[in-house]
């Protein structure tokens, strides 16, 4: 079966401090351990670029674009990614 992820699965798993960090890695993990199809789209890219590098104060992940550019590169090799 697959499964495809929602953008705040992306946004938590990389956002250490936030309360649901470890369930959304852990829920990842389970299914990729159970040899699930997990995908992701171009619109969580788009979505998690706007999010990782928007301010801390602005409910973003104040993150640069060289390391929110990295993050979304591991997600690309970990999950597939659906064009259209």
């Known amino acids: 079966m697959s499964y495809a992820l929602d953008t705040n699965v992306l946004a938590r798993s990389i956002e250490e401090a936030h309360p649901m960090h470890d369930i959304a890695n852990q829920a990842t993990e389970i299914l990729i351990g159970h040899e699930e199809t997990v995908c992701i789209f171009p619109q969580n890219l788009y979505e998690l670029w706007v999010v990782a590098t928007r301010p801390v ?23 597939s990614l659906m064009k259209s």
Not at 57 to 75: I, R, V, Y
């Open 57 to 79: 104060k602005q409910n973003g992940l104040g993150l640069t674009p060289s390391e929110a550019e990295t993050h979304l590169q591991e997600f690309e090799q970990i999950f």
